[in-house]
């Protein structure tokens, strides 16, 4: 089977690499991918969000399974242009359908879905610049901090957490009325501030029946310590320590399966991956989020420990027949450092040559923002790489992330030396 991955980050490099172990593979097609997928199949340099051009290279191509990374070309409508498509309409698309990706794409869709299905979740309401003084008094009703998010996709900065009642109020008046986060948050939800220990659960479905992937807690202040702005990902570890099996019993009898079956009620077709942003309150689990694809860099860490061949898994969700499937998982944990380009996730330099990467043979170097310049590895985004290292536990596991590193070096490098810290 010929296979086309959408995107050109880590998550999808890790995709890559596992589909590419798979027998049922014939070739492999990346859109646009970057230098370390080319190693592992064929890039198609194409913006994945311009859909025509997309179906030429799938009828070019004999692509009969589309797998798609970011959430951007879900949330604009990708799968209903294949199921609109004549010509696309027989090609599996792995990645929801533009009304189910609001899971991900608008905080009130997702919060009215877990009120209505009874999963566990924070107390919020949402507020638009027509009723700003309601906000300024539901504000009032809650005790610090208070947590402010976009409503739309805001490229994971529209949340805001503050202490301090006026300067929330200043926030939100800043969100909708002079648009602080463009179109993303002229619709605001206030939600209740949980306090716990967050983690990242992951399915495969076909929106009847699904599969676990493995859990996974990922890091997203670029300081250590949490520390500093948020950035899309320093570091990530899976299993997650603190999560045993009566706890994720929890997750999988209050979220998961209500989730499937809530989008089954709803009428809602759903074929693809759900990620499940987890906070544990006082040993129970509360939703703070979903996205309606996998994390990344958790995916670094999840995908290395599926040990079923994951091609299989995703022509049977593309033909619904996840039912007659089971996943297999390796024993060992799956830690993943990355590495970022000096000054991200403010203004940072691209281009810079990255040595050492053949140097390292006992972890596995996921590409997450590189190019090649004249058949040089160059870095090409605020995220460069994610090494990625097996071990009998998280702390092996980071050591030998480690130990990599230190083989590897571009200029302005930087990365975090204290993943895992709080486990």
Request: proline share 4%.
């Amino acid at each position: 089977m010929n296979v086309l991955i959408i995107g050109s980050g880590g998550r999808e490099h890790a995709f890559a690499w596992k589909i590419a172990q798979s027998n049922l593979l014939t070739n492999l097609f990346i859109a646009p991918g970057n230098a370390g997928t080319k190693e592992v199949g064929t890039n198609l340099d194409i913006d994945p969000t311009n859909f025509e051009v997309v179906k030429k290279h799938i009828l070019e191509n004999n692509i009969k399974l589309v797998v798609v990374g970011p959430e951007d070309p879900l949330v604009k409508g990708i799968h209903d242009f294949f199921l609109n498509d004549t010509e696309l309409k027989n090609v599996a698309v792995i990645g929801p359908q533009q009304y189910a990706a609001q899971l991900e794409g608008s905080k009130e869709f997702a919060k009215e879905f877990m009120v209505r299905h009874n999963i566990p979740t924070a107390a919020y309401e949402s507020f638009t610049a027509e009723n700003l003084e309601a906000g300024y008094s539901f504000l009032e009703t809650l005790k610090p901090p208070y947590v402010l998010k976009a409503d739309g996709l805001a490229a994971g900065k529209g949340v805001l957490i503050l202490n301090d009642l006026q300067e929330a109020k200043d926030e939100l008046k800043e969100m909708l009325t002079n648009k602080k986060f463009g179109a993303a948050s002229s619709k605001v939800v206030i939600e209740e501030f949980l306090d716990g220990i967050e983690l990242s659960c992951f399915i495969l479905t076909d929106g009847k029946s699904y599969v676990n992937l493995p859990n996974a807690k990922d890091y997203k202040r670029i300081g250590e310590g949490d520390k500093g702005l948020n950035t899309g990902g320093m570091g990530a570890v899976s299993p997650v320590p603190f999560a045993n099996d009566t706890f994720m019993k929890k997750i999988e009898e209050r979220v998961i399966k209500p989730t499937v079956d809530g989008l089954h009620k709803d009428n809602i077709p759903y074929k693809g991956f759900i990620f499940f942003g987890i906070i544990k309150v006082d040993n129970e689990p509360k939703v703070i989020e979903y996205n309606c694809r996998m994390g990344d860099p958790e995916t670094e860490v999840v995908i290395p420990r599926v040990k079923s061949d994951f091609l299989e898994l995703l022509i049977a969700a593309g033909k619904n027949e996840l039912h007659t499937k089971t996943i297999k998982l390796k024993e060992e944990s799956a830690c993943t450092v990355v590495l970022v380009s000096g000054g991200y996730p403010e203004a940072y330099e691209k281009g810079k040559e990255i040595h050492g990467l053949n140097e390292v043979d006992n972890s596995i170097v996921f590409h997450a923002g590189t190019t090649l310049k004249n058949d040089t590895i160059v870095s090409n985004g605020g995220r460069v790489l994610a090494v990625t290292s097996y071990g009998k536990n998280y702390k092996d596991a980071l050591k030998q992330s480690y130990q990599s590193i230190d083989k590897i070096c571009f200029d302005k490098m930087n990365f975090r030396k204290d993943i895992g810290f709080d486990l």
